[in-house]
């Protein structure tokens, strides 16, 4: 069973361009799946109540075109498998005259809080979302290989504004973090993102980045260079 809003481009949802960031589609793409589980009764402190979390293990976004300020839009979503310990979910953004603006496909993994270790789906967890077919677009691997050779760059420490209901850092602020090295002007026509850990307050965040050809691949390591996160932007020019 799939869930949409609807919603109009804001100016504090967009850039210098007066288009939609990269970030703000995230955050339209994580209230979406936010709603539709209040909606099926799966909400965050239903959720919270039963000892366990939702956590984001990855995110593959695929962009044609970022909607202008002022435009209407509507944001869908819908599971499309559970397995194990994981659920996969499909996202999209779309325009007024149902023109896909953008397509993304995500993996979560099931967590006991108690513990910090994926539990096993029970029916009960998630018999009312249903499962909608897959959208049609590429998939690619949730796992992005670092080659070496990458440049470091000046650390610096998570901030309290950056933590979320789980207490650590919100996934879609490491994509604000690796965009501060993308090429002024840049159009990202792919994100993908692999979290590989948790970062929490004060922790520190020490980036690597490498450019290859229409790939930039930012690191967002701890002091001993091992990632909380790895993004992958893909462009094109403007």
């Keep these: 069973m799939s869930y949409e809003f609807e919603s109009r481009i804001r100016y504090s949802e967009t850039g210098t361009d007066k288009k939609l960031t990269l970030v703000s589609m995230v955050d339209y793409f994580q209230d979406c799946t936010t709603f539709h589980s209040e909606s099926c009764g799966y909400g965050i402190d239903f959720v919270a109540g039963q000892g366990n979390a939702w956590m984001i293990?990855?995110?593959?976004?695929?962009?044609?075109?970022y909607p202008v300020l002022g435009e209407n839009v509507r944001i869908w979503t819908a599971p499309y498998s559970f397995k194990g310990f994981y659920g996969y979910r499909n996202f999209a953004l779309i325009g007024r005259d149902g023109e896909y603006l953008a397509k993304a496909n995500s993996v979560w993994v099931f967590m006991d809080r108690q513990t910090g270790r994926p539990c096993?789906?029970?029916?009960?967890?998630?018999?009312?979302?249903?499962?909608?077919?897959?959208?049609?677009?590429?998939?690619l691997s949730r796992k992005i290989g670092i080659p070496t050779g990458g440049e470091k760059k000046e650390a610096f420490q998570v901030h309290r504004y950056q933590i979320d209901t789980n207490n650590h850092v919100n996934n879609g602020q490491y994509i604000r973090m690796a965009e501060e090295y993308l090429p002024e002007g840049a159009f990202v026509s792919r994100l993908r993102v692999e979290y590989r850990k948790q970062a929490y307050v004060n922790d520190t965040i020490v980036p690597v980045v490498l450019s290859q050809g229409r790939?930039?691949?930012?690191?967002?390591?701890d002091l001993e260079e091992k990632p909380y996160a790895v993004v992958a932007f893909t462009l094109e020019d403007a």
């Design 57 to 65: 293990l990855s995110w593959q976004i695929d962009i044609a075109r």
């Design 215 to 221: 790939e930039m691949l930012v690191s967002l390591c």
């Design 120 to 139: 096993r789906i029970l029916p009960e967890h998630i018999s009312g979302y249903g499962q909608d077919p897959k959208l049609d677009m590429e998939y």
